[in-house]
C-alpha cells in the first residue's frame, strides 16, 4: 500500500457538494440544541445514555448567536468600503433617505445604515422606434448599416398621419445620458419608458401638423423641433437625463402605395423639369424683348427732343431775324440774299449773267469747275 494512501477506516468522509455541506451545518445545529455538541453524553451502568441531566440549551444559543455576530461583523467590515468606477457616480441612502452623492474613487459608508445605488452617467442610453437594432454593440446612431429596418412587429409604432391626411412611416432613435442621478433613480419609476412614451407623444404631432412632402424633404429640422420638446417634457417630469440625439433614420410611404408614390414623384418631377424649361425660355426671350422695347421707347424720347429742340431753334433763329429785320430792311435783306446764294450757287452746273444793257446772254465761263472735271479718270 502506498504511503501517501490511508485506508479506507481512516478517511474522513466529505461533502460532495453544496446540499452535503448544508445538511451537515443543519445537523450540527440541531446537535447544538439538543446538547449532543458538547461530547459524549455520559452512560448508565447498562451501557445506555444517561438522562438524568436535561440538555443545555443556552450554550448551544450561545454559539449560534456568537457566529450570526461574527458573520455580521465581517460582512459590515467588507460592505463599509465601496470604489466608484470611472464614469460612475454613487447615490447613497441613510435609511432610505438620499444623503450624498459620491464621485469615482474609494469612498466609506456606514454598514446597515446606509445603502449605495451606482448610476453611470457616461453611457448613452437609447431608445429605437419603428426598428430594433440587429446589433446590440452598434455604435451610433449615423450606421444605418448596423441597424435592422425589418419593420416587421412595429408597424404601429412608425406609423403616422401628416398634415394633409397622408399615412406615412418615420423610424427614429432618441439617445440620452443621465445627467441627474438622485432624479433618475427617484423621480420617475421607470424612466425608459417616460422617454418612449414623450418621445412617441412629440414626434406623432410634430409630423402630423405638417405636410407630407415636407416630412420627406426636411428631416433635420423636424429632428431638431422634437428634441427640442423632448428634452422639455423631460426636464418637466425631472428625469434627470439630458436628450443626446433625436434622429429621423428612415421617412417613407407604407409599402402598400410606394408604386403609386413613386409615380407621383416621377410625374412631380417631369413637371418640375418642365417648369425650369419654361422659365429658362422665359429668362431668354423676355429679358431681350424688355430691353428692344426700351430702346425704342428710348430712340422716340431721344427724336421727339430732337425734334422739339431743333424747332425751338428754329423759331428762336426765325424771331431773331425778324427783329434785325424790322431795324435794318435793306441790309437784312441783302444778307439774306448773299446767305441763300452761297448755299445755292455751289450746287448749279451753270451759271447765266445777264446784264440790262447787253440784248444776249453771255455765259460765265467757269474754269476752275471745269478744270475739276477734266481731272476726274474716265471710267472705262
Request: hydrophobic fraction near 40%; include cysteine; proline fraction near 6%.
Amino acid at each position: 500500500m502506498p504511503m501517501n494512501e490511508q485506508p479506507p477506516w481512516g478517511k474522513k468522509k466529505k461533502p460532495a457538494g453544496p446540499e452535503d455541506f448544508l445538511a451537515i451545518l443543519i445537523q450540527k445545529i440541531r446537535d447544538a440544541f439538543s446538547g449532543q455538541g458538547e461530547g459524549p453524553a455520559p452512560r448508565n451502568d447498562q451501557g445506555s445514555p444517561s438522562s438524568e441531566e436535561p440538555p443545555n440549551l443556552f450554550a448551544g444559543a450561545g454559539k449560534i448567536l456568537a457566529i450570526v455576530v461574527a458573520a455580521l461583523i465581517l460582512q459590515g467590515a467588507f460592505t463599509c468600503f465601496y470604489t466608484i468606477k470611472p464614469g460612475e457616480v454613487g447615490v447613497i441612502l441613510r435609511f432610505g433617505k438620499y444623503t450624498r452623492t459620491t464621485q469615482p474613487g474609494l469612498h466609506f459608508k456606514i454598514p446597515f445604515v446606509e445603502d449605495l445605488a451606482k448610476v453611470d452617467v457616461e453611457k448613452v442610453r437609447k431608445e429605437e422606434f419603428g426598428f430594433r437594432s440587429r446589433n446590440a454593440s452598434a455604435s451610433t446612431a449615423f450606421d444605418r448599416k448596423g441597424y435592422d429596418f425589418d419593420r416587421k412587429g412595429y408597424d404601429m409604432e412608425s406609423l403616422m398621419l401628416t398634415g394633409d391626411k397622408d399615412v406615412i412611416e418615420v423610424a427614429w432613435i432618441v439617445q440620452y445620458k443621465v445627467s441627474d442621478p438622485v432624479n433618475f433613480l427617484f423621480k420617475v419609476r421607470d424612466v425608459a419608458q417616460a422617454v418612449r412614451d414623450a418621445s412617441e407623444t412629440v414626434t406623432r404631432r410634430i409630423v402630423g401638423n405638417m405636410d407630407f412632402d415636407y416630412v420627406l424633404g426636411n428631416r433635420e429640422v423636424l429632428a431638431a423641433s422634437a428634441k427640442r420638446e423632448l428634452q422639455g417634457q423631460m426636464d418637466r417630469l425631472e428625469c434627470g437625463i439630458s436628450v443626446v440625439t433625436l434622429q429621423l433614420l428612415d421617412i417613407n410611404p407604407p409599402e402598400q402605395v410606394k408604386p403609386a408614390f413613386n409615380e407621383v414623384n416621377e410625374a412631380d418631377q417631369d413637371m418640375k423639369r418642365l417648369v425650369n424649361e419654361a422659365e429658362e425660355t422665359y429668362n431668354k426671350v423676355i429679358p431681350k424683348a424688355r430691353g428692344s422695347a426700351k430702346q425704342i421707347v428710348e430712340e422716340a424720347y431721344g427724336y421727339a427732343a430732337e425734334r422739339t429742340n431743333r424747332a425751338a431753334g428754329e423759331t428762336n433763329r426765325f424771331k431773331a431775324i425778324v427783329k434785325e429785320y424790322q431795324g435794318t430792311e435793306d441790309i437784312t435783306r441783302q444778307r439774306l440774299y448773299l446767305e441763300a446764294m452761297q448755299e445755292i450757287l455751289p450746287k448749279v452746273d451753270r451759271v447765266y449773267v445777264i446784264d440790262k444793257s447787253q440784248q444776249n446772254i453771255l455765259p460765265l465761263l467757269d474754269l476752275t469747275r471745269a478744270s475739276a472735271k477734266e481731272q476726274q479718270p474716265v471710267a472705262k
